[in-house]
């Protein structure tokens, strides 16, 4: 008799925890979302067993997004969009419902869908226009820009699920992972988009001329990972998530985002507690399949609506 009261438990206790980071991060709206995404009949650019629905659906995208981030806020023109443009620092969760949604629209959804996604998303970026201090203009459409928040969101999620993810990639199936990505940041207007993970590591090595860590740029990895507005409750297990990203980050990034640099704790215990944060999210998911790939495309909160 007490297994099934046990089990009973343990399944309720998945249920709220499940349901709470599912509405922390898909937003009011969540619901209505997840069900169009999920539930709409019709042709899909991806199956359920293709690499960027396996990686997607994974709760190491929690840490694949926070890197990135992290590693976009060093192109300084991208910060200076981001900082003039984003709610991030009035409204992190709107931003990041709104950007869960185009992240689980472009790879769950319909085509019809997706394409209506990719659309909107690029109406935003044409919009979105400044002046950078040296008087330089810039636009969220700058294929060159777009490109830079493709790599760097890309590399990310990538190398957090090769870290965390319940069943890394093959090298084949991760260089298909990086041609499947590359259809919505196409769409979006971004050009010499890499199609491999080679063509991946190039891309971000080119872009390295152009990164410093900018007072933007550390204004917003301080705000990311001491300042989130969450309850204290629960943030140690959002510091666990932090530091785990922190730890996937290049050492050359370290000292301009003014990140710690501790080789063998990341090594260790870091990477130890991360592993045991994503299986838990991965466990309370599991309730709900379309539930889990929405809440965990949310990590691509850096980039699809960075103007919003």
Request: aromatic share 6%; hydrophobic share 45%; charged share 20%.
């Amino acid at each position: 008799m007490a297994l099934p009261l046990i089990d009973r438990t343990l399944d309720g206790a998945r249920a709220q925890l499940g349901e709470a980071l599912f509405s922390r991060v898909a937003g009011p709206d969540g619901a209505r979302m997840r069900d169009r995404i999920h539930g709409t009949p019709g042709p899909r650019r991806f199956s359920a067993d293709d690499p960027i629905a396996r990686v997607h659906g994974d709760a190491s995208m929690f840490i694949g997004g926070m890197r990135a981030l992290m590693l976009q806020a060093l192109h300084p023109v991208a910060m200076t969009a981001v900082s003039e443009h984003s709610g991030y620092r009035g409204d992190m969760w709107g931003r990041l419902n709104r950007t869960a949604t185009f992240l689980a629209a472009t790879t769950f959804a319909t085509d019809e869908h997706a394409d209506q996604a990719v659309a909107a998303v690029r109406r935003i970026h044409e919009r979105i226009t400044g002046t950078m201090p040296d008087g330089t203009p810039y636009t969220a459409a700058d294929p060159h820009l777009l490109r830079w928040v493709h790599v760097a969101e890309i590399d990310s999620f990538l190398l957090a699920h090769q870290t965390y993810g319940a069943h890394p990639l093959s090298a084949d199936d991760a260089d298909l992972y990086v041609h499947q990505a590359a259809h919505t940041a196409e769409a979006l207007g971004a050009t010499d988009v890499p199609h491999t993970v080679a063509e991946l590591a190039a891309a971000l090595a080119s872009y390295r001329p152009e990164l410093r860590g900018t007072d933007h740029a550390r204004e917003a990895v301080r705000y990311l990972l001491w300042k989130p507005p969450l309850p204290l409750a629960a943030r140690p297990p959002y510091g666990v998530l932090g530091a785990a990203a922190v730890g996937l980050m290049p050492a050359w990034t370290r000292l301009p985002l003014r990140l710690p640099w501790l080789p063998v704790t990341e090594r260790t215990a870091v990477r130890v507690l991360g592993g045991l944060s994503t299986s838990t999210i991965r466990w309370a998911m599991s309730v709900d399949r379309g539930a889990a790939d929405q809440l965990r495309a949310s990590a691509a909160a850096p980039g699809a609506d960075a103007a919003d």
